[in-house]
Nanobody, 113 residues
Framework: QVQLVESGGGLVQPGGSLRLSCEASGNIHSGYIMGWYRQAPGKQREFVASITGDGVISSADYVRFTISRDNAKNTVYLQMNSLKPEDTAVYLC?????????WGQGTQVTVSS
């Protein structure tokens, strides 16, 4: 079993930055693809970014969002810059390995003036 705990969300003004963290525990290893998704009220969950254990990155926005991971700390980060009101959502951490998929509880990000 894998447990994921997100942190770092909050209220930020448009144009601001936030850094989210997701700490994994349990049966986690570098073979897991770690990712971030988000879900806004009334909308479907959408992909934000992912990173493999070897550091291969996929992202929905390579300019504003930067994903990274520290395998020694079992932690994945999401640096978000130039935030917009439409980025407001619950951001969820995901760990996927073969057919195993684990989710955290999420952290709220609100972008508002």
């Amino acid at each position: 079993q894998v447990q994921l705990v997100e942190s770092g969300g909050g209220l930020v003004q448009p144009g601001g930055s936030l850094r989210l963290s997701c700490e994994a525990s349990g049966n986690i290893h570098s073979g897991y693809i770690m990712g971030w998704y988000r879900q806004a009220p009334g909308k479907q969950r959408e992909f934000v970014a992912s990173i493999t254990g070897d550091g291969v990155i996929s992202s929905a926005d390579y300019v504003r969002f930067t994903i990274s991971r520290d395998n020694a700390k079992n932690t994945v980060y999401l640096q978000m810059n130039s935030l917009k009101p439409e980025d407001t959502a619950v951001y969820l951490c995901n760990a996927q390995y073969t057919f195993y998929s684990h989710w955290g509880q999420g952290t709220q990000v609100t972008v508002s003036s």
